[in-house]
Structure formats: structure tokens, C-alpha cells
T-cell receptor
Framework: DTEVTQTPKHLVMGMTNKKSLKCEQH?????MYWYKQKAKKPPELMFV???????INESVPSRFSPECPNSSLLNLHLHALQPEDSALYLC????????????FGPGTRLTVL | GQNIDQPTEMTATEGAIVQINCTYQ??????LFWYQQHAGEAPTFLSY????GLEEKGRFSSFLSRSKGYSYLLLKELQMKDSASYLC?????????????FGTGTLLAVQP
């Protein structure tokens, strides 16, 4: 198994809804990431988990809440989002090696109405 | 601060060679990465450079000069499917604080 999977592929939610994005990898990678990407822009880092502990929070609003239940799973809980939060949300993982290469999942396309 | 510059757009012809440049100024350096991203899809890892010189992988090569803060991605024998955005990214640190700083990406259009 050499991939990062994300569910759902698409999500439409209202501003009062609570939803969660899920990311999974079974490559034994111990660092996992959440990125947000707007159209025609590069990915922007949101959170980094290293060995299941949050190591970086890039000043992300509290309406985004990450969770790492185990070494294979990363969640992003969403609550009271704004329309400007509509974007592609990418998960990535990194093996414990010197190259620091990150491997991305296919992303969740989020639309906030 | 962290700054990574790439051309916004490039156009090339099928079968030709194209070079996409990237210059960077970052607080540290633990490697430079190139990713390919087709519209609406996730970035796909292409190459990694941490030492000066050229890394070749089939039709794609990547070059790094750390003293000049400069890299390029060379694509040979261009195919229509190479039309995509190419992202240059730098890892300023290693370990638990590792993260990638992305450039704005270069949108490459390959024409027949």
C-alpha cells in the first residue's frame, strides 16, 4: 500500500454544519500534514503532526480542529466555516527518512454555502 | 523571511525541451522539491535535490545550486500530458518541524 487516501472526495456544507475530513496512510509514515489550496494558488500548510503529536499549527482559525487518533489516521473537524474556506484540502504524509519528501492524497474539494 | 519565485506561466511545443526556473531565499535549507499538479488533482512528487548538481529521472531532470539559491526543472520530449502546474518547494528545516514552503507554481501549456 503506497498511497494516501482521503474521504470524502467532495463535500458541500452550510455555515452551521459540523463535518469531518479523513486521511489515511498505511506506509508507516510518522509525519502527517493538512494543507489548504485555493484555485491557482500553491498549497498552504495548516497543521503538522509528528508521531501523533501536533508539532505545527500555522495560526489556523479554531473552526478547523485537527485530530490524529493513531499513526495511520488524520482527521480535520470543521465547524462554523465561512464561504471563503471553500478550497481543496490536501493531506500529506512523510516517511522517516532524510529526504523529507511528502506524498499527497487526492484531496477533498470543500464548498461552504 | 521565506521567498520562492517561479515564472507564472510558460508555453512549449510537443516534443521540445522546457526549463522551469526557481529561485529561493529561505531561513534554512534541507532540500528542494519539484511537484507536478494537474488541475483539480493532488501534487505528485517529481524530484528532490539537497546537494548541488543535476538529478536525472527519465524525461525529467532537476538541478540545484545552493550558493545561488537556484534550481531548475528540465522536461525533455514534451508530451501533451505534461501540461500541468509545476511547484517548486523548499524544506527549510528537518525533523519534527519539517514543512514545505511552496512557490506559486508555473503553469505549463504544451501545444501540438
Amino acid at each position: 500500500d503506497t498511497e494516501v487516501t482521503q474521504t470524502p472526495k467532495h463535500l458541500v456544507m452550510g455555515m452551521t454544519n459540523k463535518k469531518s475530513l479523513k486521511c489515511e496512510q498505511h506506509m508507516g509514515h510518522r509525519a502527517m500534514y493538512w494543507y489548504k489550496q485555493k484555485a491557482k494558488k500553491p498549497p498552504e500548510l495548516m497543521f503538522v503532526y509528528s508521531y501523533e503529536k501536533l508539532s505545527i499549527n500555522e495560526s489556523v482559525p479554531s473552526r478547523f480542529s485537527p485530530e490524529c487518533p493513531n499513526s495511520s489516521l488524520l482527521n480535520l473537524h470543521l465547524h462554523a466555516l465561512q464561504p471563503e474556506d471553500s478550497a481543496l484540502y490536501l493531506c500529506a504524509s512523510r516517511p522517516r527518512s532524510s529526504t523529507d519528501t511528502q506524498y499527497f492524497g487526492p484531496g477533498t474539494r470543500l464548498t461552504v454555502l | 523571511g521565506q521567498n520562492i519565485d517561479q515564472p507564472t506561466e510558460m508555453t512549449a511545443t510537443e516534443g521540445a525541451i522546457v526549463q522551469i526556473n526557481c529561485t529561493y531565499q529561505t531561513s534554512g535549507f534541507n532540500g528542494l522539491f519539484w511537484y507536478q499538479q494537474h488541475a483539480g488533482e493532488a501534487p505528485t512528487f517529481l524530484s528532490y535535490n539537497v546537494l548541488d548538481g543535476l538529478e536525472e529521472k527519465g524525461r525529467f531532470s532537476s538541478f540545484l545550486s545552493r550558493s545561488k539559491g537556484y534550481s531548475y526543472l528540465l522536461l525533455k520530449e514534451l508530451q501533451m500530458k505534461d501540461s500541468a502546474s509545476y511547484l517548486c518547494a523548499v524544506a527549510p528545516y528537518g525533523g519534527a518541524t519539517n514543512k514545505l514552503i511552496f512557490g506559486t507554481g508555473t503553469l505549463l501549456a504544451v501545444q501540438p
